[in-house]
């Protein structure tokens, strides 16, 4: 059986259906079809994981691609995080984590909060 992405990284994509300003072609992940994948490394400060192109993570139109940053987190009530979701051709492709100001990334993540942000 394939990894699905993690908690945390589905919530981050969750947030970023909701983002009134996009039109993904459905507003809530289909729990019954996760995420698969494909890869995920984790550094010191941060992870990137990439995501299967299948049917689950096609989730905007074919001439969707853009970087989303809209959310940033807490991990274990103490640090603080940003993420970034890259969607190309209409796929999610991969989830980003960073600590801010090089804190060292949690070894397991207990809990997380998330606070939607504004960018420019």
Request: net charge negative; hydrophobic share 40%.
């Amino acid at each position: 059986m394939r990894a699905r992405v993690t908690a945390l990284e589905a919530e981050v994509i969750q947030r970023m259906l909701t983002d009134p300003q996009l039109s993904p072609r459905r507003r809530v992940l289909d729990p019954s079809n996760p995420l698969v994948v494909e890869e995920r490394s984790v550094n010191e400060v941060g992870f990137i994981t990439s995501i299967a192109r299948n049917d689950a993570a096609k989730l905007f139109a074919d001439d969707t691609s853009m970087r989303w940053g809209k959310v940033v987190g807490r991990l274990n009530s103490e640090v603080d995080v940003d993420f970034v979701v890259y969607v190309d051709d209409g796929f999610v492709n991969a989830v980003e984590g960073v600590t801010f100001g090089g804190e060292s990334w949690p070894s397991s993540i207990e809990e997380f909060e998330l606070t939607e942000i504004s960018r420019s």
